[in-house]
Nanobody, 125 residues
Framework: QVHLVESGGGSVQAGGSLRLSCTAS?????????LGWFRQAPGKEREGVAV????????QYRDPVKGRFTISQDNSKSTLYLQMSSLKPEDTAMYYC?????????????????RGQGTQVTVFS
């Protein structure tokens, strides 16, 4: 069974930074085609944040985080990262990583094959 484990969440003042990590539990990381970060704020639907094509390294970002967040990966550590800078209170949410063995990386979070349990990010003003 594949598990994705997120870490790195916490509380930070607006304007601050956090780096989230997501590690796969099995030696399946190299088989992933799409990897992504999603978030869900209280009372809102889960939304995409950023995705990366594991093989090519190509990335896509949602408009609200462009220029502030960076998705990256370390294949040697089977780890996905999300570097978040210039954080805003509206970035407060539970952040999830997800992975898929194929398909379109821009698809919705519920369409991803594997999803983690999430890590909470709280940004206070």
């Amino acid at each position: 069974q594949v598990h994705l484990v997120e870490s790195g969440g916490g509380s930070v003042q607006a304007g601050g930074s956090l780096r989230l990590s997501c590690t796969a539990s099995e030696d399946i990381y190299d088989n992933f085609y799409c990897l992504g970060w999603f978030r869900q704020a209280p009372g809102k639907e889960r939304e995409g944040v950023a995705v990366i094509y594991r093989g090519s390294g190509n990335t896509q970002y949602r408009d609200p985080v462009k220029g502030r967040f960076t998705i990256s990966q370390d294949n040697s550590k089977s780890t996905l990262y999300l570097q978040m800078s210039s954080l805003k209170p509206e970035d407060t949410a539970m952040y999830y990583c997800a992975a898929d063995l194929g398909g379109y990386c821009s698809k919705g979070p519920s369409e991803y094959q594997y999803r983690g349990q999430g890590t909470q990010v709280t940004v206070f003003s």
